[in-house]
């Protein structure tokens, strides 16, 4: 067990949403090339830092998604989707996650009662679009896996678990949107920090006046 009680700081970047001391760091396997296996040193800090996320015990009042939404199907879909928006880079996949637990009550204030599964295949290109790195990603399944990605599926695992559980905080509470570099949103969207991220998040200017 880590002691996560001082604040997080990692090569000079502070994070507000974490606590610095000590961070963290089925048959299955594939060479698909566009998902990186590479563990340089600035991947290694980045592992670091999510662990650090999970922190807090785990409590029925912090959980993202209500525990009737919640079966291992769920977690499952939920572990694909943040792997194939973000490989394996961990800070999106706690970002992502938490985007797509905060638009869903949305989408059903608006449209009516979807499982939070099928709203999250409905969002996510991962689990449309036909391509051998997507049926890749959606052929991986829930648990342990062997061959060279192992080690890291097993990590998103247990953030999929952390998160499920509310044992991770929230690192962009204003955030309810993402995208790649090559994107551009309208104007309607102002850009906010998540942490050590890869992808842009952002944020609907007029949410972000109305909770200050």
Request: hydrophobic letters at 40%; a positive charge.
């Amino acid at each position: 067990m880590h002691d996560y009680s001082q604040a997080a700081c990692v090569d000079g970047f502070r994070l507000p949403f974490l606590w610095c001391g000590n961070t963290w760091e089925g048959s299955y396997s594939s060479q698909e090339p566009a998902l990186t296996n590479k563990r340089p040193l600035a991947v290694r800090a980045l592992a670091l830092i999510t662990t650090l996320m999970i922190a807090l015990p785990a409590s029925a009042d912090r959980r993202p998604v209500p525990e009737s939404d919640w079966d291992e199907a769920t977690k499952l879909t939920l572990a694909q989707i943040i792997v194939g928006e973000a490989d394996w880079h961990e800070p999106d996949h706690i970002a992502i996650a938490f985007v797509l637990a905060k638009r869903w009550p949305q989408w059903q204030q608006a449209r009516g009662p979807i499982s939070f599964s099928r709203y999250i295949s409905l969002y996510s290109s991962v689990m449309k679009v036909d391509s051998k790195r997507t049926r890749w990603v959606r052929g991986l399944p829930w648990g342990e896996i062997e061959g060279p990605y192992a080690k890291r599926w097993h990590r998103v695992v247990e953030l999929v678990e952390a998160f499920g559980e509310g044992r991770v905080k929230d690192p962009c509470p204003d955030a309810v949107h993402w995208g790649g570099a090559m994107d551009r949103p309208g104007k309607s969207w102002e850009p906010v920090s998540c942490g050590l991220t890869k992808n842009i998040f952002y944020s609907k200017r007029d949410r972000r006046v109305a909770s200050r």
